[in-house]
C-alpha cells in the first residue's frame, strides 16, 4: 500500500477521507460478519457441508479486511512504519485471496454439476471466476498509484466496496427477508449509487473521475454478465476454465 515518504506528504490533506473510510471498513466487517453469521459463522464447530476451500476463503477475506481497517488507522495516527509493513505483506496477501477466491469457485462448480444440468453449473460461475478479475484490476492500480495518494485510495476503497457485496446480500436476505432475486440487484445497485455518487463529488470538487470509473465500470459489466450467465460466450468462456483448470 501507500509508501511511508508520500503518506508523510499527504497525510494532513487527506485525512478527512482517510478518517471516512476507517468508518467504511468498520462497517465492512460487521456487516460481513453479520451477513455470514446465519449462513456460516452460526455452524461452528463441524460447519457442516462446506470444505477447506470455503475456510480458506473465509480466513482470506477476514485478513484482507482487517488490512484494509488498520492502513488508514495508521495513516491517520501517523504509524508509517507499520503502515509500510502492512502494505508490504498485502503483496503476499492478496494472491492467496484471489487464489481462495478460485478455490471457492471450483469447489461450487464440482459440488453443482453433481446435481443441475452443466449449464446451471456453468452459469453459477459468474459470481466467482470474475471477481478474480475484478479485485486483480483495483488492487494493481491501487499500487501502480501508491505516490498518487487521491487515487491509491479510491482504488483500496472500491476493493472494499466489491467485497462489502456478498456480505450485504445476504444480510438482506437473512435478516431483511428479502428473496434473492431482490436482494441481489439491490445490493448492486446501492454500490453503484455509492460509486456513482463519490465519483460526480470528485467532479464537482474538480479532481479525477478515474478511479471511481474504473470501478463504475466493473459494476456495469457485472450488469452484463450475471444477467447473461447461460449465454453462448458464458457459457463457452466458464467451460474452457471448467475443462483446463477444475
Not at 47 to 56: D, K, L, P, V
Not at 173 to 189: E, N, Q
Request: glycine share 8%; net charge positive.
Amino acid at each position: 500500500m501507500i509508501t511511508s515518504a508520500s503518506a508523510k506528504d499527504n497525510s494532513i490533506k487527506s485525512s478527512g477521507i482517510t478518517s471516512r473510510l476507517i468508518y467504511f471498513f468498520i462497517f465492512l466487517l460487521l456487516i460481513t460478519l453479520g451477513g455470514f453469521y446465519k449462513t456460516y459463522l452460526i455452524k461452528f464447530p463441524t460447519f457442516e457441508g462446506f470444505s477447506i476451500a470455503h475456510h480458506f476463503h473465509g480466513a482470506m477475506m477476514l485478513t484482507w479486511i482487517l488490512i484494509l481497517i488498520a492502513q488508514p488507522v495508521f495513516i491517520r495516527t501517523r504509524n508509517f512504519r507499520l503502515h509500510r509493513i502492512v502494505g508490504t505483506a498485502s503483496y503476499f496477501v492478496f494472491p492467496l485471496l484471489v487464489l481462495s477466491l478460485f478455490l471457492v469457485a471450483r469447489a461450487g462448480y464440482l459440488r453443482n454439476i453433481k446435481t443441475v444440468a452443466e449449464t446451471e453449473a456453468l452459469a453459477g460461475m459468474t459470481t466467482g471466476i470474475p471477481d478474480m478479475f475484478y479485485l486483480s484490476i483495483l488492487y494493481g492500480l491501487g499500487i501502480y498509484y501508491k505516490k498518487k495518494t487521491s487515487f491509491h485510495l479510491r482504488f483500496f476503497a472500491s476493493i472494499g466496496l466489491m467485497i462489502m457485496g456478498p456480505g450485504l446480500g445476504r444480510f438482506l436476505i437473512v435478516f431483511c427477508g428479502l428473496p434473492p432475486m431482490i436482494a441481489i440487484p439491490s445490493m448492486v445497485g446501492f454500490t453503484a449509487l455509492l460509486t456513482l455518487g463519490w465519483m460526480i463529488a470528485d467532479i464537482i470538487q474538480k479532481r479525477s473521475a478515474f478511479p471511481m470509473g474504473v470501478f463504475l465500470s466493473i459494476i456495469a459489466i457485472t450488469f452484463l454478465i450475471i444477467p447473461n450467465s447461460h449465454s453462448a460466450w458464458w457459457q463457452a468462456f466458464a467451460k474452457w476454465i471448467a475443462f483446463h483448470l477444475f
